[in-house]
């Protein structure tokens, strides 16, 4: 019996594994990684890991031990390069193929790279895994002025970390304003605000169109032809999914491999999870790639429990996190540009939680150092309960009564 075999030994992966296991899969199971490290936490990489507070050793997710315990075997430092859907069988970089009964797809989103001209000078990093994060911690401590390019999730922690460290950060980014696509422009200008109380300099509507300069000193070009100097860029612009696989056997993909909500491709034997694929979203009403520890935890144990043979639908609430600065950003659920928001708590606080409607239904809600509130809306929108938008704003009104 040639069992399960996984590629992409992270969230989606590990949790994979450990949930069929769990759930009563009998067969080996095999996790193959391209990287050669124990499976390990990402979130820290851009927040604790860069600026010094959370050590190498503690972004472990399980030891080797822990897989051992579980009959589940981790075959690091392999890249998976093609699967022959119809034999069962993987194919690896520098090993022998692998057989498989199942498989499961879980090999995550890569860093989107830069394409202007000058974009593969030195001194341009991007992070995504472990290795970029210890190539990146030493260039940032050495550095003195860094270009961020991309005000996203990962620009904004790394500008944070290195405007807390005492560099001069000038951020670059081609909307007209920060998260566009994730959060509210309140919370946009939120963030904004603390980012430039903390000296970063913000230039909006800019795309880079060029970088330019020695070894040692870049001159990132914008759209408005200005010169942006930096010892250092970090690029953060966004992520691609690792579909290639999936796709080249003819699995259906589209930005993502398409999975339903036991993570089944739409080959029986042949799963995906975690950022590597797109599901119908019943919080989005349409089908969408999400990048969450959450969302490749889950899904991951979704696709781990049907493999066993013990279906259990993923219909988890989407969540988010970021750090920056001792702002605490988490987000639950899906919102949309034109939902309206109703704000609960006072912004000149620091603490407010922002509630997004679609007519009368709550569909997320994104809070500033507010964890109460996500824990009372995690579960109101999991029952589809809405407070009115009344309800919402008013501080004095107890969301729990909703649960009655
Ligand atoms: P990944 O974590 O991407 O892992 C996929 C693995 O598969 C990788 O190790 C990859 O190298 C490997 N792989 C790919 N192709 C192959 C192949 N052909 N053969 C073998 N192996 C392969 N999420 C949050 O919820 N909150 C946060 O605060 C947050 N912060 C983040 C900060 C950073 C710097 C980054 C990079 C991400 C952050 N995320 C955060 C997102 C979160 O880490 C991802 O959504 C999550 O890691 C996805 O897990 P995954 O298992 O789907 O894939």
Request: aromatic share 6%; with cysteine.
């Amino acid at each position: 019996m040639s069992g399960l075999v996984i590629i992409g030994a992270s969230y989606a992966g590990v949790q994979a594994g450990i949930s069929a296991r769990e759930k009563g899969y009998q067969a080996p199971i095999r996790i193959v990684a391209d990287e050669t490290h124990l499976p390990y936490q990402r979130p820290p990489l851009s927040k604790g890991f860069l600026s010094g507070s959370v050590a190498h050793s503690n972004l472990i997710l399980r030891g080797d031990d822990y897989f051992k315990a579980r009959g589940i075997e981790l075959v690091l430092g392999h890249r998976a390069v093609s699967l022959d859907r119809d034999a069962g069988r993987v194919e690896l970089q520098g090993g022998d193929p692998f057989a498989f009964d199942q498989l499961l797809i879980a090999t995550g989103s890569r860093a989107r790279q830069l394409t202007v001209p000058g974009h593969a000078r030195d001194g341009i990093v991007y992070l995504r895994t472990l290795d970029d994060a210890v190539n990146l911690k030493p260039r940032l401590e050495a550095a003195n002025e860094i270009v961020i390019i991309g005000g996203g999730f990962i620009g904004l922690e790394v500008a944070a970390t290195a405007a807390k460290a005492g560099k001069k950060v000038v951020l670059i980014e081609a909307a007209s304003r920060l998260l566009e696509r994730a959060v509210s422009p309140l919370i946009s200008q939120f963030l904004l605000n603390i980012h430039l109380a903390h000296g970063v300099d913000i230039r909006f509507n800019q795309s880079v169109v060029g970088i330019e300069g020695t070894s040692a000193v870049h001159d990132v070009i914008c759209s408005d032809a200005a010169r942006v100097r930096g010892d250092l860029v970090v690029a953060g612009i966004g992520g691609i999914a690792n579909d290639e696989l999936a796709s080249a056997a003819g699995i259906g993909c589209a930005n993502g491999v398409d999975v339903d909500e036991f993570g089944r491709t739409g080959v029986p034997n042949i799963f995906a999870a975690g950022d590597c694929s797109n599901h119908h979203s019943i919080f989005a009403g349409r089908r969408v790639r999400l990048e969450s520890v959450q969302n490749a935890t889950d899904q991951g144990n979704a696709a781990g429990a049907a493999i066993a043979g013990k279906p259990e639908p993923y219909v988890s609430v989407p969540r988010f996190w970021s750090d920056q600065y001792d702002v605490k950003l988490q987000i639950v659920g899906l919102s949309a540009p034109n939902d309206t928001a109703v704000i609960r708590g006072a912004i000149d606080d620091g603490r407010f939680s922002v509630f997004y409607y679609r007519g009368p239904k709550l569909m997320a809600v994104d809070s500033i150092n507010r964890p109460g509130d996500q824990m009372i809306a995690r579960r109101l929108i999991a029952a589809s309960l809405s407070p009115t938008p009344e309800q919402a704003a008013d501080g004095s009104f107890d969301l729990k009564k909703m649960e009655a």
